[in-house]
């Protein structure tokens, strides 16, 4: 099975502070995806990215900004966290440009405060 | 418009009866349609997809079934057990958009 990990797992942040979420894919897929869930939203994607040095604007983006180093990793960073950004954050990874199965990773709770 | 609209939003089926999730989308060019489960405290998982050349896909007590015309899908869980228990997420992608749109959710609950 494909194997997706994020950290931290849990994570309490004051407002205005800078939050950088991490994970990392050991599959060599292509395309990665951050998300975000919120009860009564399903999964909202926030940023993804077609392979190194790429990041594309998802359909949430406002308040993040991605970042794709290389093709293991995909980092979501929150500059100024606000309480409205306290979530669950999944990183999922996959390929055939999201026309195939997506991998996601265990999640990252996140608290504003 | 690109929405995926997913109802029940909440669905409870008594134990071994069947379980209807139904799906529309707003994107003509949408090929590709997956069901994600998700178990409390986990992430979400495939379970089965359809491609737009089929109408029809079945594995393991799953069908799902595709509607171009009518830009439906729907996903229908038979004998239904206590391990069905969960979210279920349906979603949408086009070739080419490199992302999938994803249903709000239902949270299906089995009775015994």
């Known amino acids: 099975e494909a194997a997706v990990t994020q950290s931290p797992r849990n994570k309490v942040a004051v407002t205005g502070g800078k939050v950088t979420l991490s994970c990392n894919q050991t599959n060599n897929h292509n395309n990665m995806y951050w998300y975000r869930q919120d009860t009564g939203h399903g999964l909202r994607l926030i940023h993804y990215s077609y392979g190194a040095g790429s990041t594309e604007k998802g359909d949430i983006p406002d308040g993040y900004k991605a970042s794709r180093p290389s093709q293991e990793n995909f980092s979501l960073i929150l500059e100024l966290a606000t309480p409205s950004q306290t979530s669950v954050y999944f990183c999922?990874?996959?390929?055939?440009?999201?026309?195939?199965?997506?991998?996601f990773g265990p999640g990252t709770r996140l608290l504003v405060l | 418009g690109e929405q995926v609209e997913q109802l029940p939003s909440i669905l409870r089926v008594q134990e071994g009866s069947s379980a209807s999730i139904n799906c529309t989308y707003e994107?003509?060019?949408?090929?590709?349609f997956p069901w994600y489960k998700q178990e409390p405290g986990e992430n979400p998982k495939l379970i089965i997809d359809?491609?737009?050349?089929?109408e029809r896909k079945q594995t393991q007590g799953l069908i799902v079934l595709l509607d171009k015309k009518a830009k439906r899908f729907s996903l229908h869980i038979t004998d239904t057990q206590p391990g069905d228990s969960a979210m279920y997420f349906c979603a949408a992608s086009a070739y080419g958009q490199g992302k999938l749109i994803f249903g709000q959710g239902t949270k299906l609950s089995i009775k015994p």
């Open positions: 999922a990874s996959g390929d055939a440009w999201g026309q195939d199965t997506q991998y």
């Open positions: 994107n003509s060019a949408s090929n590709y």
């Open positions: 359809i491609r737009s050349n089929m």
